[in-house]
């Protein structure tokens, strides 16, 4: 096995690994900082993916002058949220990100004008115009922008990595990492850990994230000892479906009134709405909250689709048809230039075509449990970004994990290097290390895999039902002793997200279970899931 020593280790490579390993790095030149990523640093993840026709970060600096503020921005965050986010950070985000965004504005970045005046837009959930965008690369310029300070300052960068496991010495501290680099594996020690490996999105069969975001951080954290919350609670909406096209299909594009149909070309959307509900309307909704949440009556669209493909009245691909060639080309370019363009390279002309869209896992709400610095309770480790939980809470206003991964990416920076120049002395060596596997899949273990991610799909994503959770328990039951810890993380991922949808009884924010379809007060808890036991199931506790 290789092995390599630094002070600080930042996994992963997106704007929360790019910021906090910056962060550490800027405050404690001294520390030999390394960010290692399983992609390319700044071409893999979320943060720097082209799949929507503008992302957009939140900061309440009112330029548009219609009463944002910190508090109004907090309050959102809140009432998006379900009453599930945490106060204390829900206030931090609110209260510190215009200062994250200055930084990085000082440091290059610039955000899309109208004349003179920066714009904002007002996107899901929020109730004031606060979205910055550089276009659909606001990600990828915050990385690009970082990415030359890091250079500057000196942090090693290793690209193509994939950590698979925390290593701890014998007090339980996490002192470094254990990662395959294609065949070869290595131990990374370090005094201070920071995991910023994202989301999940590829353990789902369709989903539009970039390979690489499966989980590992959650598995290696709950093994570690770190706690997780809101696991219940993820984002899935529609996208375009046309293979290998994985795009957005975002708010301009409901406004132009699409045709919906299955493939025995029936207009599928009335019958999935209730009495006094209208489909316009329905469509209307769904151009201001792109994601699935039981919060507005879009849901009956995404319901809708969900259930058609569930049926076997959908297409091949897992989507329905969608047809908007009664709009010309000229209001396509002036209004969704990016989607249409996007297709238009792929050789889908919206003007003339038909789509398929289908219903993909874009981003979490939950994740590891932090405190303000990004720390997760387990001694040397700290996490920032999408891999984190608690900011929001069952739902999340539209925009705010980028200006998360700034906010926390910053304090967790900070907070690590601060820890780890505080260790002194040669970094801490691993104790009794787990036994630890990471070998290429069988045949029979890519099946499995390939299983999983149907099942998960199915039975996690927009309709939950009490027998659909219980068959991913099962299914990951059968599985989880497989010591590959590639099928292993999957395993656990998938019993950590499962488990906290079957506890919740009830329907919030992104969780809709059909068998409660309401919201109860019982329910207005956090719902933390630890590890008890070597193989057990993950234990369950409240947080109110
Ligand atoms: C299509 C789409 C549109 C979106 N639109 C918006 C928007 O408009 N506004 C908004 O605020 N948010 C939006 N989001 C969400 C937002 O982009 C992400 O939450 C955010 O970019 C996550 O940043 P991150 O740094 O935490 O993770 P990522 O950017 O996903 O980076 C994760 C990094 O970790 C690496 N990694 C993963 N696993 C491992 C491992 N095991 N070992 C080593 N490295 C690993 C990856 O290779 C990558 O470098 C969108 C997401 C998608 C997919």
New binding site residues.
């Given amino acids: 096995m290789n092995i390599l020593d630094c002070d600080v280790l930042v996994?992963?490579?997106?704007?929360?690994?790019?910021?906090a390993a910056y962060e550490a790095k800027r405050t404690h030149p001294e520390l030999k900082v390394l960010l290692?990523?399983?992609?390319?640093?700044?071409?893999?993840?979320?943060?720097?993916?082209?799949?929507?026709e503008?992302?957009?970060?939140?900061a309440p600096f009112n330029y548009m002058q219609d009463g944002d503020s910190a508090d109004v921005f907090y309050r959102d965050i809140v009432e998006t949220g379900g009453g599930l986010s945490d106060p204390i950070l829900a206030r931090m985000i609110a209260e510190d990100a215009c200062a994250r965004i200055d930084e990085l504005v000082a440091l290059g970045l610039h955000f899309d004008t109208e004349g003179e005046r920066i714009i904002q837009r007002k996107?899901s959930g929020c109730t004031k115009a606060r979205?910055l965008?550089c276009g659909g690369s606001?990600?990828r310029e915050i990385?690009r922008i970082l990415k030359g300070q890091i250079h500057r300052l000196g942090v090693d960068i290793l690209e193509n990595?994939?950590?698979?496991d925390l290593v701890r010495d014998d007090n339980g501290r996490v002192c470094g990492?254990l990662?395959a680099a294609g065949q070869d594996r290595l131990l990374i020690n370090a005094r201070g850990v920071i995991l910023?490996?994202?989301?999940a999105?590829r353990i789902f069969r369709h989903?539009?994230?970039?390979?690489?975001?499966?989980?590992?951080?959650w598995s290696?954290a709950y093994r570690a000892g770190a706690r997780l919350v809101n696991m219940e609670f993820f984002?899935v909406g529609p996208?375009v479906f046309n293979a290998p096209l994985?795009?957005?299909i975002h708010s301009h594009m409901w406004r132009l009134k699409p045709r919906l149909t299955n493939t025995l070309g029936e207009e599928f959307l009335p019958r999935y709405c209730p009495a006094g509900i209208h489909p316009a309307e329905v469509l209307d909704l769904k151009a201001m909250s792109?994601p699935f949440s039981v919060r507005t009556d879009a849901k009956y669209l995404d319901i809708a689709i969900f259930k058609e493909v569930t049926a076997g009245r959908g297409t091949p691909s897992g989507g329905v048809y969608f047809d908007v060639t009664h709009v010309d080309r000229e209001t396509f370019l002036s209004r969704s230039p990016i989607t249409y363009e996007t297709l238009l390279r792929a050789g889908i002309d919206l003007a003339r075509d038909r789509i398929e869209v289908g219903l993909?896992v874009?981003?979490?709400n939950g994740g590891i449990l932090i405190d303000a610095d990004g720390f997760t309770g387990v001694d040397g480790l700290y996490a920032?970004?999408?891999?984190?939980g608690g900011v929001h809470g069952a739902d999340?206003p539209?925009?705010?994990?980028?200006?998360?991964?700034q906010v926390f990416?910053y304090r967790a920076g900070l907070a690590a290097a601060e820890y780890a120049g505080n260790t002194g002395g040669k970094p801490p060596k691993p104790g009794s290390m787990d036994e630890t596997y990471i070998q290429p899949l069988s045949s029979r273990e890519e099946a499995d895999l390939q299983k999983s991610a149907n099942l998960y799909y199915s039975n996690l994503t927009i309709v939950r039902t009490k027998k659909g959770l219980q068959e991913v328990l099962d299914f990951v039951d059968r599985h989880k002793k497989n010591p590959n810890l590639i099928v292993g993380?999957r395993m656990t991922v998938g019993s950590i997200l499962a488990t906290a949808a079957h506890i919740r009884e009830e329907s919030r924010g992104t969780h809709y279970r059909e068998d409660f379809p309401n919201q109860n007060s019982v329910w207005d808890t956090r719902i933390v899931l630890s590890r008890s036991g070597e193989l057990d199931s993950p234990k369950a506790t409240r947080l109110d």
């Avoid at 996994?11 to 910021?19: C, F, H, K, Q, V």
């Avoid at 990595?161 to 698979?164: G, K, P, S, T």
């Avoid at 920032?384 to 984190?388: I, L, N, P, R, S």
């Fill in positions: 996994i992963g490579g997106g704007a929360a690994g790019s910021r290692v990523a399983a992609g390319g640093f700044g071409s893999s993840g979320s943060t720097n993916l082209m799949a929507s503008s992302l957009g970060i939140n996107l979205s965008t606001t990600g990385v990595i994939r950590v698979v990492a990662a910023a490996n994202g989301g999105g989903n539009v994230n970039p390979p690489t975001l499966e989980g590992d951080g290696m984002q996208a994985k795009f957005i792109y993909v874009q981003n979490f920032a970004g999408e891999v984190t999340r539209g925009g705010n994990n980028l200006i998360d991964t990416g993380n």
